[in-house]
């Protein structure tokens, strides 16, 4: 990190505490400012922390950044293993005779953990997510909610025949 005049040696510190993954209230107690002060920092805050927020934010979100990059090669590096542990779960589940309640639970929530962890539809920048806050039942409704008016659509109805020769009529909308 770079040390631009304005930031303070409490602010560096709290910054490195940031980067050895101290929670924002633990750092405030450990320097001596209250919570709200730091989180006014964190965001950058100018009229409530002073002119140095805009500084202390930039460098708090590189922090951020390098700690989101750091979690995004650790979930790769781990996926494989993940999914090996997984399998091997579900095989073994998938081999008794009879489930438990306890194998159901399981069996749920794998289910739930794998839908919830399912990449987003990125466009560019923008990211939407078909599985925000939906349960695996509901997942299922929406899926077949969904396949039913894709179904629909093919199978419209189209303009009533007329006698060769003649101008045909739209039958009347009600509104």
């Given at each position: 990190m770079s040390m631009p005049t304005k930031l303070s040696e409490k602010h560096w510190k709290v910054l490195e505490m940031f980067d050895n993954d101290m929670t924002r209230e633990d750092?405030?107690?450990?320097?001596?400012?209250?919570?709200?002060?730091?989180?006014?920092?964190?965001?950058?805050?100018?009229?409530?922390?002073?002119?140095?927020?805009?500084?202390?934010?930039?460098?708090?979100?590189?922090?951020?950044?390098?700690?989101?990059?750091?979690?995004?090669?650790?979930?790769?590096?781990?996926?494989?293993?993940?999914?090996?542990?997984?399998?091997?779960?579900?095989?073994?589940?998938s081999n008794k005779k009879k489930k438990t309640d306890a194998d159901k639970k399981i069996l749920s929530m794998y289910t739930n953990a794998i839908a919830k962890c399912q990449p987003a539809v990125n466009i560019k920048n923008l990211s939407y997510s078909y599985t925000k806050g939906l349960t695996a039942e509901e997942l299922v409704h929406e899926f077949k909610r969904l396949k039913t008016v894709a179904e629909s659509s093919f199978d419209r109805g189209g303009l009533p025949e007329t006698a060769e020769g003649r101008a045909g009529e739209l039958s009347e909308v009600d509104e």
């Amino acid at each position: 990190m770079s040390m631009p005049t304005k930031l303070s040696e409490k602010h560096w510190k709290v910054l490195e505490m940031f980067d050895n993954d101290m929670t924002r209230e633990d750092a405030a107690k450990a320097i001596g400012w209250t919570k709200k002060h730091l989180d006014r920092l964190c965001v950058g805050n100018v009229e409530l922390a002073g002119g140095v927020a805009s500084l202390f934010k930039a460098e708090y979100m590189k922090i951020q950044k390098k700690i989101a990059n750091e979690t995004d090669t650790l979930l790769k590096s781990n996926l494989k293993m993940a999914q090996k542990l997984m399998k091997e779960v579900f095989t073994e589940i998938s081999n008794k005779k009879k489930k438990t309640d306890a194998d159901k639970k399981i069996l749920s929530m794998y289910t739930n953990a794998i839908a919830k962890c399912q990449p987003a539809v990125n466009i560019k920048n923008l990211s939407y997510s078909y599985t925000k806050g939906l349960t695996a039942e509901e997942l299922v409704h929406e899926f077949k909610r969904l396949k039913t008016v894709a179904e629909s659509s093919f199978d419209r109805g189209g303009l009533p025949e007329t006698a060769e020769g003649r101008a045909g009529e739209l039958s009347e909308v009600d509104e």
